[in-house]
């Protein structure tokens, strides 16, 4: 599904992850969506399958040890010890595995596949960093937040949600032990998006930054927005800030980002028919009676 540890970047290469993302989106929502529907379960239980689902299984996970990056780092280990000798390109890579150089170049794959969507959807092109240079200052956690938040926590997350769920949820690749090679890459991806930041950030593990961080982020969320407030004052100020892009934007641009949006329908679709929260029952109103209910609940308890 995704491959990511890759040392060296070209324009091909960048394109090549940006896709990669995107599969993994495509992946994960269309195994969520087999296990909410039940799908999966009655083509693993028809006898025809049955029979021929194991060699499948191992096919599709033997194939998925291609894709933890290994091969894509061999022309960086060739150009290497073509220049240096190869003893030498291996004791650079192991190097840059021990630096977490694959934690980095992960988390800034997810800046510049934000930022590319981000452009293609709403256009006003313009430079962004895709990560920080040689620091020894501590960067505060409403500052991570600020700069993190849209492009790497909230996708983080959601990919996380749709592992457990698949995790929890899913029949297949239970009987194979490569179970783990088909997600591992995906995992690694989810926590190189949502940990980098304080990983490499000096003192993060102190308790008194921990502390002031938390204070100050506090301070960042209580503080309401207004005339003269910038971003790193006020959440609110931030927040309209996030949201410029959209209020510029074209009708096509707004309406494809709605479409996109839809894709966390599944999510209800599963908690009103996978749970059994309805009785068993798969008419279509029920799906449309959630939409009227659960605004008015939230409504209440706000």
């Not at 609110?236 to 709605?258: D, F, M």
Request: proline share 2%; charged share 15%.
């Amino acid at each position: 599904m995704c491959s990511f540890c890759i040392f060296w970047d070209t324009d091909i290469h960048s394109s090549f992850f940006q896709v990669t993302v995107l599969t993994v989106y495509v992946f994960l929502y269309g195994r969520l969506y087999l296990v909410m529907s039940g799908l999966e379960k009655s083509i693993l239980l028809d006898p025809r399958i049955k029979e021929d689902i194991k060699p499948l299984e191992n096919a599709l996970a033997s194939q998925s040890v291609f894709q933890l990056g290994l091969l894509l780092v061999l022309p960086m280990v060739m150009e290497v010890g073509l220049e240096k000798g190869f003893r030498t390109a291996l004791g650079e890579f192991i190097i840059m595995q021990l630096q977490l150089a694959s934690v980095f170049f992960t988390f800034q794959l997810g800046t510049k596949t934000h930022y590319y969507g981000r452009t293609i959807l709403h256009g006003g092109a313009k430079y962004r960093p895709t990560g920080r240079g040689f620091v020894v200052y501590h960067a505060k956690f409403a500052d991570n937040y600020r700069m993190y938040s849209r492009s790497h926590f909230v996708k983080g997350l959601e990919l996380l949600i749709l592992l457990v769920v698949y995790l929890a949820y899913g029949k297949s690749y239970r009987s194979t032990s490569l179970y783990l090679f088909v997600t591992f890459s995906i995992w690694f991806l989810v926590a190189s998006w949502l940990f980098a930041p304080f990983i490499f950030n000096p003192s993060c593990f102190e308790w008194q930054k921990t502390v002031d961080d938390w204070t100050d982020w506090r301070k960042w969320m209580g503080n309401r927005g207004g005339i003269g407030m910038s971003v790193d004052q006020s959440w609110e100020a931030w927040w309209i800030g996030e949201q410029e892009h959209l209020r510029k934007t074209s009708i096509r641009a707004l309406v494809l980002e709605i479409l996109l949006s839809l894709r966390f329908l599944i999510y209800q679709y599963g908690i009103v028919y996978h749970l059994n929260i309805a009785r068993r029952s798969t008419s279509i109103l029920v799906l449309f009676t959630t939409y009227v209910v659960l605004p008015y609940l939230l409504n209440i308890s706000s």
